[in-house]
């Protein structure tokens, strides 16, 4: 009989218990210089099935672009105006004052339907009962900090305000490996999606987007005073790399709280994005499926599977920046 | 971060000042014992009485004079001059030597490590520090005898440089330390006291938030180092490994201070437990009072009975008694229950005799809130309790002043700890008295036939096994998760690590790319990895009739076995009825109850082999290894009344079933063997069970690890026939029962040693039968319910079998 449906932990289990069998036998379990990788799939007896340490399929097919090089070595990078994104230039242009009191909250396809736009107990996505009302934390800035903290950013030129938003593997301290950014640049936006193709890719994103931050003078994000500025920090300060973040920092969920707060079901980015902007997703990945998505592209390959994160993290970052048109 | 001092009462750090002679009215411990055991109502006779001469101190200086910031918070506290261990300790820190210093009991052991720590704080402000406590009690302890030493500094330091106050920024980091103290102490501390969980599940995986601390890592203290065994020091040396890891990633190599009470091997496990060479300081210099050792045994109860006097009234008789002779004393348990129970005893014994005494006692265990642990401490420190009964909780090094007699019901599972407990009495060089109470279990019952096995052994070698595949596995995981892990790492973790990377790497767990292993996983590894033992969940008891106050805690794995409903739970001597357990909500809802009676649980074990690794023989009979699965469940309780001990009711449960997979060694006598048996008019199965018994007991002693680290079946249904399995009480397994399978000869002679050496008749607790009180009583599948008195001569008829 064929047993090939055996869970992970009993195999490994079994494969600790050889371990200790060898190792009470004073067996030569130890493979001089495993480390080296010689000699290392002969000994595994199970037949090895670890890949060589390039990642056989790459990302190119699915995400063009190319591979930079840092001092702490190789990360892929995928460049693109929003103009190739999305056709329509009034949803992109850059911001302007004063669009604020012309946002007419609430997701379109609902306010077409029903004459009545506080209809919020209904799911934006799918039209059915919400989950109750705005459970958010209630500690949020005080308004005269948020309202400081839009003025310094609309001092500083766009073109050196950089929207960020980051993709990890897992919850604490786990890996960063996909870095969005989106910049002005006079007539349009650059997006760019810094991609570590494996866990060791992962210090020069970090390099890279360091460089990057270190020539802007405003960042834009949503949660990221909670989640992507630590997260960065933390992951800088793991692999030694100077990190400067600019001075201002306009973490738009705050600042959404703030505006919209008993108007939405809640203040997630995909919530404001379908109330406020007025914009639905399609193909959209949740939030807790990427990490799983890029540790079995890591283990397998297969690009194809990270194509919706990637969607999803230039998304977000776009919404950033429509968020923030309607927030000033 | 400075938290104000507890309490006032600056009682000295360490007063080492002769107080030998201080006009108090010392009890005549002689003319106790004489009083004890010509006592009518004594139930026990005095096996053995041993009498250790006292000794002075002997002092010593540092080669350079300390820090006069130091030197004046010292004299402060009447510290004058250097116990000669103290002074060799600080040159060898200084040094920058990995040191371990083995004294005894209030030795004043934490100076060694304070002032060379403080001293570098003081001239060099980037450098930190780092304490490790075993325990959270601990921790707190020895975070007020720091602010007693850092109060008493001058404000000012020398020459302009701020004074020990300013440069020692200090505090307690652990799971009760708030959100935002946490932040404050990972932003400024430069002297962090915590403990090994909370450095693996809480700093470790965050290193980068503490670069600044990890760079500035000149010192970290390992205090109780002889805690760090089995299991738990297993785990520790594998988080030292990954804490050296870290630092090394941050540029810094930190210099250890191991303290540790008295072991056979403490260089020996001090470089175990750091992977690298540390040297030893054991010339105790403190003073030592005389003490008086005696042993009691609990005599054989009248008529032919099996069981012998109760042990814990026997205590409380002993406990008692000192109390009544002006002696502050503390009894020790082996278990909560019990002390609980002799609380109990104690308060209505002195409740006829001394009323205001029995105001003066009070409990102490594990599942305490901290502030009443706090309270009762102070209390002890200020004499204002004449006595105190607790679990080892009180053991470790908290300081709780000078206590004049210490009473053990049972011998604590190893040397090393009859030694820390004895040592509680006598602090300061006063005589004291310390009394053990032998259980009716095999091997207090071998000590009181052979006191010259306890004092003629030099303590327990400590033992731990860093390179055991299950514990590598875990760290490695949460190694990689902190640190991708190159080919230097071998060197942290030890030859087996690479096979173990590749079986991780196998299951997906880590990915190895370019020579370097990474995580590669979305879950936070030390999440589900404890160090202590097979959970680390705990369960609430809740009163509720007092609006749901919390009365105390109780780790999720013995839950069942303890706070099941109908359960009753004692705590501080008052009696709960546990009205309903909340396994989704983990809690219990209990209410007050005066009863006459306690509750013991009644377990069903179940064990299923799911493969064999080793085979075997032992007295040319089959012994195997391999891997089980035990699942077991609390299927009822019995109510039992007090003192008589007679059962008085049996009530079925209903509780969900918990689950080990482990590793088992099992014997499985033949069938020519079995004959035998029967054939003499024996019961095999009878035989089995006794022989189960005796194992479960006796390999402790061989193994190096607690009784409840392993657990004994005897089961028919996995071979067909009946065989005895032993298993580890280990997720994945820690080698006990490797080590059974290895010695199981010897290990059936020291059985059979003890069983025909016994002086009963048809066996009695202390040989074939399980000891009274264990906290849950086994019903075995193959014996029916009940309460197995298993067949003497049948266990000694299959010993001699499998012995010759």
Known sequence: MIRDAEPRSTRLLKRLGEIARRRSEGGEWNGAGAWSGAGEPAAEPTGSTLAPTRIPVGVEEILPGGELESPFGRVFLHERLRSAVERSPGRWAKPKRGQRAKVRVGPRWMWEADPDPWRWDLDPETGRPAPPMCDEPPETLAPEVLHEELERLLRVPFERVLYLDLETGGLGSSCIFLAGTMRWVGEDYVLRQYFARHYGEEAALIERLADDLATADAVVTFNGKSFDVPLLRDRAARHLIPLSLPGVHADLLHHSRAAWRGKVPNCRLTTLEAYVCQRRRSGDVPGDEVPGLYHGFVRDGGGERLIPVFHHNLLDVITMDELLRRLI | ?804
């Open chain 2, 1 to 804: 971060m400075k938290v104000l001092p507890l309490f006032e009462s600056a009682a000295p750090l360490t007063a080492q000042t002769s107080t030998t002679d201080v006009a108090r009215g010392r009890p005549d411990f002689d003319a106790l014992l004489a009083r004890l055991s010509a006592d009518p109502e004594s139930g026990s006779t005095l096996a053995h009485v041993e009498r250790l001469a006292a000794r002075p101190a002997r002092y010593g200086a540092p080669a350079r004079p300390l820090a006069p910031e130091l030197r004046d918070a010292l004299l402060a506290l009447g510290v004058e001059r250097l116990y000669a261990h103290q002074a060799i300790a600080v040159d060898r820190a200084r040094a920058g030597q990995c040191t371990c210093v083995v004294t005894g009991t209030a030795s004043g052991k934490s100076l060694c490590y304070h002032l060379p720590v403080l001293e570098r704080l003081l001239g060099d402000a980037e450098a930190t520090g780092l304490y490790l406590f075993p325990t959270k009690a601990l921790t707190q302890d020895q975070m007020r005898s720091l602010l007693r030493l850092v109060e008493a500094g001058p404000a000012h330091g020398v020459g302009g440089r701020p004074g020990l106050r300013e440069s020692v920024r200090f505090g307690v980091y652990d799971g009760d330390t708030s959100q935002a103290a946490r932040r404050k102490l990972r932003e400024n501390a430069n002297l962090l006291l915590t403990n090994p969980d909370m450095l693996h599940q809480g700093i470790l995986p965050y290193h980068a938030k503490w670069a600044r601390f990890f760079g500035g890592l000149r010192y970290v203290v390992v205090d109780e180092m002889h805690v760090y065994r089995g299991v738990f020091g297993s785990h520790q040396a594998l988080v030292l490994r990954r804490l050296q890891r870290v630092c090394r990633h941050y540029g810094a190599d930190p210099v250890f201070l191991f303290c540790s009470a008295t072991v056979r091997n403490p260089g020996e496990h001090a470089e175990r437990l750091l992977g690298r060479p540390v040297g030893v300081v054991d010339e105790d210099g403190s003073p030592r009072g005389a003490r008086t050792i005696a042993f009691w045994n609990p005599r054989l109860m009248d008529g032919a009975g099996v069981e012998r006097h109760s042990s814990n009234v026997e205590g409380t008789r002993l406990f008692a008694a000192c109390l009544g002779a002006g002696a502050q004393t503390i009894l020790f348990t082996k278990a909560r229950v019990v002390a609980e129970l002799i609380y109990r005893y104690a308060r209505e014994r002195l409740g006829e005799t001394a009323p205001a005494l029995a105001e003066r006692i009070k409990p102490y265990r594990a599942g305490f809130l901290p502030e009443e642990r706090r309270a009762i401490e102070r209390a002890l420190f200020s004499g204002e309790l004449a006595g105190v009964i607790s679990t080892n909780a009180l053991e470790l090094g908290i300081d709780v002043g000078s206590l004049d007699a210490s009473v053990l019901v049972g011998f604590p599972p190893t040397v090393a700890s009859t030694w820390q407990q004895v040592g509680r009495a006598g602090r300061q060089g006063d005589p004291a008295l310390a009394m053990v109470v032998a259980y009716d279990d095999p091997v207090d019952q071998y000590l009181m036939r052979h006191p010259e096995h306890f004092f003629g052994q030099s303590p327990e070698a400590a033992v731990i096994d860093p390179g055991n595949p299950y514990l590598l596995a875990s760290h490695l995981a949460c190694a990689a998760y902190e640190l991708p892990m190159g080919p230097g790492d071998e060197e942290w973790f030890g030859p087996a690590a690479s096979a173990v990377r590749r079986a991780l790497e196998e299951d997906g767990q880590l990915r190895t790319l370019d020579g370097r292993a990474y995580w590669a996983s979305s879950e936070f590894p030390a999440a589900r990895v404890s160090l202590r033992t097979l959970s680390d969940d705990t369960f609430t008891i809740v009163d509720a009739t007092r609006d749901n106050a919390v009365v105390g805690t109780v780790d999720a794995i013995s839950a069942p076995e303890l706070v099941y409903p109908g359960a009753i739970y004692l705590h501080e001597g008052e009696s709960y009825y546990v009205r309903q357990l909340d396994l989704e909500q983990k809690s219990a809802v209990v209410e007050p109850r005066v009863t006459d009676y306690y509750t013991q649980p009644v377990l069903d074990t179940n064990l299923l082999v799911r493969g064999e690794t080793r085979a075997a023989e032992v007295g040319g009979q089959p012994l195997t290894l391999g891997p089980v699965t035990v699942s077991w469940a609390t299927v009822g309780m019995k109510k039992i009344r007090f003192y008589t001990l007679d059962s008085i009711g049996y009530t079925p449960l209903d509780l969900p079933r918990l689950k080990l997979e482990t590793v088992s060694a099992w014997l499985a006598p033949s069938r020519q063997i079995r004959s035998r048996l029967s054939a003499a008019g024996f019961k095999p199965v009878e035989a089995l069970a006794g022989v189960r018994n005796l194992a479960v007991t006796v390999l402790p002693l061989l193994a190096m690890c607690e009784p409840e680290d392993v657990g004994g079946v005897v089961d028919h249904k996995n071979l067909g026939q009946p065989a005895i399995f032993l298993y580890d009480r280990y997720p994945g397994g820690l080698g006990f029962c490797e080590q059974a399978f290895h010695r199981f000869a010897e290990l059936l002679s020291a059985c059979l040693q003890i069983v025909s050496e016994c002086p009963c008749e048809r066996g009695c607790p202390a040989c074939v039968g399980l000891p009274i009180l264990r906290p849950a009583q086994q019903q075995d599948p193959d014996l029916g319910s009940g309460w197995p008195m298993p067949d003497k001569a049948a266990a000694i008829a299959l010993l001699r079998e499998l012995v010759a």
